[in-house]
Antibody, heavy 119, light 107 residues
Framework: QVQLQESGPGLVKPSQTLSLTCAVS??????????WTWIRQQPGKALELIGNIHYSGKTFYHPSLKSRLTISLDTSKNQFSLKLTSVTAADTAMYFCARGAGPDRFAYWGPGTLVTVSS | SSELTQDPAVSVALGQTVRITCQGD??????PNWYQQKPGRAPILVIFRNYNRPSGIPDRFSGSSSGTTASLTITGAQAEDEATYYCSSRDIGAPVVFGGGTKLTVL
């Protein structure tokens, strides 16, 4: 049974770094078939791709976030992570991790974690 | 990047049929996927690659696409189908693009 679970602080101060981890079980992040993806949803807004990473190390970052974003894999722990620097209130959102097949088809998602950027 | 356009809100009477549409030039190139999202929950994939249903999705959900328009049809809408529905597809230069979402109300 594939499961994903996000973890990280729910509150981050402006200008600081947002760090989230997605623990994956029931499937290996070393698979060539999948793209490990971060998606966010600002309050009342639509889903927005943040970026993804493939087991090969290849990444895609949303152009608007590229200068602040790092997505990485930890194969020893079967998890992947997101770091977003210099956050502002505009980064307040529900953050989801997901397994992408295709890489645009997301059959498995974490439950999401709400991150608020506020002093 | 491409855009996928959805009507913000649609309503349907209980037991009736509703079609939710998604428009975008990228749909000429890539198949659409559809997600159902209820408040406070992660999205659920209900249709992938145009018309395929994942295991466990009721057969009242169906999908189609023609030209620049994709459609999600719910035949015999149930109260539990009330949710926001998002279309998505691959994009040129990006793994995925999402539509703005359609909030479905079941009356």
């Amino acid at each position: 049974q594939v499961q994903l679970q996000e973890s990280g602080p729910g509150l981050v101060k402006p200008s600081q770094t947002l760090s989230l981890t997605c623990a994956v079980s029931g499937t290996s992040i070393n698979s060539a078939d999948y793209y490990w993806t971060w998606i966010r949803q600002q309050p009342g807004k639509a889903l927005e791709l943040i970026g993804n990473i493939h087991y090969s190390g290849k990444t895609f970052y949303h152009p608007s976030l590229k200068s602040r974003l790092t997505i990485s894999l930890d194969t020893s722990k079967n998890q992947f992570s997101l770091k977003l620097t210099s956050v502002t209130a505009a980064d307040t959102a529900m953050y989801f991790c997901a397994r992408g097949a295709g890489p645009d088809r997301f059959a498995y998602w974490g439950p999401g974690t709400l991150v608020t950027v506020s002093s | 990047s491409s855009e996928l356009t959805q009507d913000p809100a649609v309503s349907v009477a209980l037991g009736q049929t509703v079609r939710i549409t998604c428009q975008g030039d990228i749909l000429r190139t890539y198949y659409p996927n559809w997600y159902q999202q209820k408040p406070g929950r992660a999205p659920i994939l209900v249709i992938f690659r145009n018309y395929n249903r994942p295991s466990g999705i009721p057969d009242r959900f169906s999908g189609s696409s023609s030209g620049t328009t994709a459609s999600l049809t719910i035949t015999g809408a149930q109260a539990e189908d009330e949710a926001t529905y998002y279309c998505s597809s691959r994009d040129i230069g990006a793994p995925v693009v999402f539509g703005g979402g359609t909030k479905l109300t079941v009356l």
